[in-house]
């Protein structure tokens, strides 16, 4: 009688474990969105970031902005591996839930208020080396249409603002 009820034990552990380990997680769908004025001074264009995927190995992070025209005018996805690889030596990202955990505070601190630049350039400041288009700095100086930047990882920082001449988001700006 005890080596049956040991072996219905063993059974419902089997079980069990089986099945949480075979179980697919849910998929992570986390989103914030923000208004500003990007593509003019004074209408608001709508930011938004989505943190999707159901483990960190394939999620991503997808941020778009919308015009206040309500067209997409810009679109670029950033994928948390890489992401977290430039993170991974300097923080201790080493399970999945610390993993999760920091792609969640990334969609959080996406839309802070320092990213938001306003206006992009402003009249003191000149062009360096990490500037791509001489052309457009100037542009945007002209303009003062607002700018937004965004990191790509630890070292990478994109500086994006909206380009009145060509009717489009450029990059005004990359560096560290």
Same mark, same amino acid.
């Given at each position: 009688?005890?080596?049956?009820?040991?072996?219905? *034990?063993?059974?419902?552990?089997?079980?069990?474990g089986c099945?949480?380990?075979?179980?697919?997680?849910?998929?992570?769908? !986390?989103?914030?969105?923000? *208004?500003?004025?990007?593509?003019?001074? $004074?209408?608001?264009?709508?930011?938004?970031?989505?943190l999707k995927? +159901?483990?960190?190995?394939?999620?991503?992070?997808?941020?778009?902005?919308?015009?206040?025209?309500?067209?997409?005018?810009?679109?670029?996805? !950033?994928?948390?591996?890489?992401?977290?690889?430039?993170?991974?030596?300097?923080?201790?990202?080493?399970?999945?839930?610390?993993?999760?955990?920091?792609?969640?505070?990334?969609?959080?601190?996406?839309?802070?208020?320092?990213?938001?630049?306003?206006?992009?350039?402003?009249?003191?400041?000149?062009?360096?080396?990490?500037?791509? +288009?001489?052309?457009?700095?100037?542009? *945007?100086?002209?303009?003062?249409?607002?700018?937004? +930047?965004?990191?790509?990882?630890?070292?990478?920082?994109?500086?994006?603002?909206?380009?009145?001449? +060509?009717?489009? $988001?450029?990059?005004?700006?990359?560096?560290?």
């Amino acid at each position: 009688m005890k080596r049956f009820s040991y072996s219905i *034990l063993f059974l419902a552990f089997a079980i069990t474990g089986c099945t949480s380990k075979n179980e697919k997680k849910a998929p992570v769908n !986390i989103e914030k969105t923000a *208004l500003q004025a990007f593509t003019d001074t $004074v209408q608001l264009d709508t930011f938004k970031i989505v943190l999707k995927g +159901d483990e960190s190995k394939n999620m991503s992070l997808l941020f778009t902005i919308t015009s206040y025209k309500g067209v997409q005018i810009y679109k670029k996805e !950033i994928k948390a591996e890489e992401l977290l690889k430039s993170y991974l030596a300097s923080a201790d990202l080493k399970k999945e839930d610390e993993k999760i955990k920091f792609l969640n505070d990334e969609v959080n601190f996406f839309f802070e208020e320092e990213h938001f630049l306003i206006p992009a350039i402003t009249e003191q400041e000149k062009p360096d080396n990490n500037t791509p +288009d001489k052309a457009f700095y100037e542009e *945007l100086k002209g303009s003062k249409l607002n700018g937004f +930047d965004y990191r790509l990882g630890k070292d990478t920082k994109i500086y994006i603002a909206w380009s009145a001449k +060509d009717q489009k $988001v450029k990059i005004y700006y990359k560096c560290c």
